[in-house]
């Protein structure tokens, strides 16, 4: 890399840490959102009958909220696309494949980034 490169990343980086430190919590979580609706995240959405899990969806990029066609006002309820981990073993397993889902509002469930 030429010296010219590295001084404009260099300068880039600092001008980016410093926009950042000037941030309230808030601003940095939503530019950390923003980023991750971008990227992608290798998430998993369980749904619990009670106490017991009853679904788990794997490798969900994001869940996203419905919204109205005439009037944008969201909907009660979330959808994603995700596998169905059908054994709950939390991997890819022959035949289990990607799927649309949706849940309610008023269901039991829990979305987190995958620990594996």
Do not use: H
Request: charged residues 25%.
């Amino acid at each position: 890399m030429s010296e010219k490169i590295k001084c404009i990343a260099r300068v880039s980086v600092l001008v980016v840490a410093s926009l950042l430190a000037a941030c309230t919590q808030e601003q940095q979580n939503k530019i950390s959102r923003g980023i991750q609706n971008w990227t992608g995240t290798n998430g998993v959405m369980e749904v619990y009958a009670g106490d017991k899990l009853v679904r788990r969806f794997i490798k969900v990029d994001k869940v996203s909220t419905a919204l109205g066609t005439d009037d944008k006002a969201p909907r009660a309820y979330r959808y994603g696309y995700g596998v169905l981990d059908e054994n709950l073993n939390f991997e890819v397993d022959p035949g289990e494949k990607k799927v649309y889902f949706e849940v309610s509002d008023y269901s039991n469930t829990v979305f987190f980034e995958s620990p594996r």
